[in-house]
């Protein structure tokens, strides 16, 4: 599978439904689907096992219109971005169709998953909420991984914020889980209808991270008004990286 690597982070060259299909068809294969987008990929350029855990993944999925954008404008070209919740949603959506599938949710309040369990009546979810913290908790962590391997579903929805969700994600696979992994974060509560998506015209102009802002300025105004500046740096970064692999090459082929 094509990919390119930037920022340390590689983003794999797969369209949704083929991404959908491998999903649900790997017959429990251990399979880690991580989705990056500007927030983990300064959380990964910060720490080096996180950086680690997402190159591990089996596919990698850009959910970063904004960078999409911004990269486009320098002639960059990065994959289609396959917004986490976007992808969750069609993952359900098709996994309703039968009576057949069960998946595991880690993560998320029991109202939000009440509220989708009413939504997908054919669809068999587990579910199984740590507490705050839990990933600093041998005891808790060891409580989820039993959970997941207990309840044996095909899919896994972790989604309980990263990088926590990462670090269970690949603790589970470790212990010898299968089934596919999505680290989705906030993706239950867009698909419960508790957080509304931002309106097309926002996601067109790749602005969708300030409608979230404007929605929920407690919880996410470090994130997109003090952490967030780093990316332009990054993005800078790679760019001069870029040009110095281009001139290099250049002056290669005049010697």
Known sequence: MKNIIFANTRFDFINVEQLIDNIIGNNK????VVTPNVDHIIRLNKNEDLKNLYLRANYSVN????????????????????????????????????TNNQITIIGSSSSTVSIIKDKFKNINIKHYNPPMGFINDSK???????????????????CVGSPQQEILANKALDFGATGSFLCVGASMLFLSGEEKRAPLIFRHLSMEWLYRLVQSPKRLYRR???????IFYLIFRELIII?????????????
């Not at 294969?29 to 880690?32: A, E, F, I, R, V």
């Not at 040009?243 to 010697?255: D, M, N, P, V």
């Open 224 to 230: 997109y008004l003090i952490d967030g500046w780093y």
């Open 29 to 32: 294969k251990p399979t880690l």
């Open 243 to 255: 040009k110095q692999s281009e001139a290099s090459k250049i002056g290669g082929e005049h010697e």
């Open 140 to 158: 808790e962590v060891k409580r989820c991984i039993d959970f997941i391997i207990d309840s044996n579903s095909d899919i896994c929805f972790l």
């Open 63 to 98: 959910d970063s219109r904004f960078l999409f954008k911004i990269m486009s404008f320098f002639s960059l070209n990065l994959p289609t971005p396959i917004p986490g919740s976007e992808l969750t949603c069609s993952i359900m959506k098709r996994l309703d169709i039968d």
